[in-house]
């Protein structure tokens, strides 16, 4: 009978510590944090995949250990796994976040950003434009294979971050506010060429306006600025794409580094 609860204890545990840290994905990871899927499934997915990977962790001794925990160092153990996880994911979340930045100032400049609808994949209101650069870095994203080497980071971070190892400290919030930054910055220049079409445009209605009085300038700069808006992403839309990809793989790379550091901040 002891033998068979120290078997179970032994088997339990260390499934609950790999399930908690694939979970925290649900938190922030494209898709899999998406409230779109039920809880359910959710859970249900994540066991799964800590039960396909249990035997390749168990044999290479990165669980060794964890079966004698107490309750309470097993409940600190598993929020550790859970942080783990959740920053995975939100590193991975970070080209959806640069593409609905930059969306979302795209749509202001054109006139846009009135027409907000709620979005189920986001779980938040937004813009046409705003919804549509989304789905495209999420498609590309699913495209290059981010979910699999989302789900791979986490299996692969026992390797160099080991149990209850997690040091939070002021580098955790180095890396979030490094992130955000990196993503808005990069929202700022996909949107950029399309300010400068704007703004060019906006001169020479405000030219227009001086040399030719009766014209209605409001009635035809409104759907003007539409249609230069949708000419110059058109057209740069190639172009969004190579860049897109190459921010994908950047944001990948990141996300390798930083569990193979240690979990510490990036030099």
Sequence with gaps: MTAGISWLGATVVPLLLVVAR?????????????????AKIKVLLFLGLAMAAMPVLSSSGVLAG?????????????????????LIGFIALMPMFAMQTGGLIMAQQMGLGFARFYNPAMGDEADVLENTFFLLALVTFIGLGGIDWTVLAVLNSYFYISVGALQVDASIAQILSGLIM??????????????????????????IAKTVPQLNILSLGFPLRIMVGLGTIIAGITILGGVLVQYIDQVLSIMMSWYIAGGSALG
């Design 182 to 207: 990196a993503s808005i910055e990069m929202g700022m220049r996909v949107a950029a060429p399309l300010l400068a079409v704007v703004f060019l445009e906006t001169i020479a209605m405000g030219f």
């Design 66 to 86: 964890t079966a004698e925990l107490s309750l309470w160092e097993l409940l600190a153990a598993m929020a550790l796994e859970i942080v783990i996880g959740a």
């Design 22 to 38: 694939l979970g925290g994905l649900a938190l922030f990871a494209p898709v899999l944090g998406s409230p779109v899927i039920a």
